[in-house]
């Protein structure tokens, strides 16, 4: 074969071989988008094997074997979790029957807040006839506690099937991960091969680092969150601080979101505007903090976004996958900007 | 200029299994088999067809190949001024060699020659993420390899002194004397 009719082939090989990588790329993420509570699963099991990797590395470090530390982790993991949900079930159950009981009286005391409400904005029926903001609510509220209760066994189901596939996805991620991005790259053209191995390497990297980033944060929210709501004594703090460090992972709209529960209590128990204050002053320390000292120090070190850019990620994000669009919106927004950015030095390294 | 990708590490190995390919190469020969087999799923086993390009001159580099099986040419692409000159042919690399090894070692590396497959050749890429994550879960088997890799290029930075020693001893005594 002359040098030609090599290259020729050499071209063609290249283009099959592209076209099976980037086939096989679309078939996962058709099956991640399509397959029910396969992204979430996924989601959640490359955050536990961020977290759990730098242990396993440890670990092997010390002279264990790779999958021996990985059984022993998940199954540390679970021992410690069994007593922790062991150690925590009463307070958590306890809560939940105290709000059982006060339940009633914060459904009273927001239906006279809104009868109030109504008597007031009464002058504006001649503006706008009749607001029936009563009626509205009890609809929508009905509407609410209906798909609640319709949705409960698929929500379950839900969460049972990610409870199951999270960690066992997330196992072969730490056990087999490398592998399996060797099939991979063993799919990739020659001539595209190092670009795509650095630009694994990075995105992985940046990955890592922002999931253990974000998740201290959110801890750290959560644990600030808690002290000052115990120091206030106001009711169900650990409840509300769970809620807080978990709707934290979604940037500028979820501290926001997380501290909504105790205001929407604090104003039906009718503590007043300096009551709505004082139970506000916990959220806002913690994120005065986050905000000052966490960010600047740990996340904005690892992704450097451009303000306008994370919004508009969030907004497509929250169009595409809702509430998990919204946490996964920076992470992959970061992806793809180092991706763009080394291809386009590549393309330019190439013509230069 | 040939000798100075001549490889004086090279063993006379022929069709092993790679974990003995991987043994015999001097970079890896203080590893033990523990440390062998760890290596062996960090590397990667490329296949390249005649002529094609491992790499080309002035690209970013990730890391080094080890050649298998055919042989790979190292070539000087110049570009002087406007006219193109044809490329400067270093070496041709054969089954045991290894190259762009410096890669592994500089920050941001751009590769000094272009590489071309000779015929058919397998390569194994062994590249700085794969060393870093290697290093990361048994920092003594990383040690070992980059001790190794000290080596090699102490070696070449000897080589290229002395070639260079050489060369000038020669342009000065071709220069006309003055009278």
């Known amino acids: ?352 | 200029m040939n000798y100075l990708w001549d490889n004086f590490f090279r063993k006379g190995q022929s069709e092993r299994t790679l974990a003995h390919f991987l043994k015999d190469n001097f970079l890896f020969e203080d590893l033990t088999s523990r440390e062998i087999n760890l290596l062996m799923n960090t590397i990667h086993v490329r296949k390249y067809r005649p002529g094609e390009y491992i790499f080309r001159q002035g690209e970013a580099g990730v890391g080094m190949y080890i050649l298998s099986e055919g042989n790979v040419d190292i070539v000087v692409e110049e570009d002087r001024q406007d006219e193109k000159e044809s490329d400067a042919f270093v070496t041709r690399l054969k089954p045991g060699d290894f190259f762009g090894e410096l890669a592994l070692v500089e920050q941001k590396s751009r590769r000094s020659a272009s590489a071309i497959s000779c015929g058919e050749s397998t390569l194994i890429g062994f590249f700085k993420p794969d060393l870093n994550d290697l290093t990361e879960r048994s920092p003594s088997t990383g040690v070992k390899i980059i001790n190794k890799l000290s080596e090699v290029l102490g070696r070449r930075l000897r080589e290229t002194t002395s070639k260079i020693t050489e060369l000038k001893r020669q342009v000065d005594f071709l220069k006309p004397k003055k009278t």
């Open chain 1, 1 to 352: 074969m002359d040098k030609l009719a090599w290259k020729r082939r050499i071209i063609r090989e290249r283009r099959i071989q592209m076209v099976a990588f980037l086939l096989t790329m679309i078939l996962i993420a058709t099956m991640l988008l399509k397959v029910d509570n396969l992204l979430i699963s996924f989601v959640l099991a490359f955050v536990i094997s961020y977290l759990f990797s730098p242990i396993v590395n440890l670990l092997e470090r010390k002279g264990f074997h790779r999958s021996f530390s990985i059984f022993g982790l998940f199954g540390l993991t679970s021992i410690i979790l069994t007593l922790l949900i062991a150690a925590l079930s009463p307070v958590l159950f306890g809560q939940i029957s105290e709000f059982r009981e006060v339940f009633p009286r914060y459904v009273r005391g927001l239906t006279d807040t809104i009868n109030q409400t109504e008597e007031k904005l009464y002058f504006l029926t001649e503006f706008f006839g009749d607001l029936n903001i009563t009626e509205t609510f009890e609809y929508y509220m009905r509407i609410f506690t209906q798909s609640i209760f319709e949705d409960i066994p698929q929500i379950l189901s839900q969460s049972l099937t990610t409870a199951f596939l999270a960690p066992l996805l997330a196992f072969f991620m730490l056990k087999d991960g490398s592998k399996f991005a060797k099939m991979l790259f063993s799919m990739v053209p020659n001539n595209l091969f190092e670009l795509t191995l650095n630009l694994q390497h990075q995105i992985n990297t940046q990955m890592g680092d922002f999931i253990r980033a974000r998740l201290l944060e959110a801890a750290f929210v959560g644990v600030v969150t808690w002290i000052g709501l115990w120091i206030i004594e106001f009711p169900f703090a650990p409840l509300l601080a769970f809620f807080a460090a978990i709707t934290n992972l979604i940037p500028y709209v979820g501290p926001v979101v997380g501290m909504v529960p105790a205001l929407v209590i604090s104003f039906i128990n009718g503590d007043g505007m300096v009551g709505l204050f004082i139970t506000s002053v916990p959220y806002l320390i913690a994120q005065i903090i986050d905000v000052f000292f966490i960010i600047p120090i740990v996340v904005a070190k690892i992704v450097d976004l451009h303000a306008v850019t994370v919004i508009l990620s969030l907004i497509i994000g929250a169009q595409l996958l809702g509430v998990l669009g919204m946490i996964i919106a920076i992470p992959v927004t970061s992806a793809l900007k180092v991706t763009v950015t080394n291809v386009y030095r590549h393309i330019l390294d190439f013509r230069s």
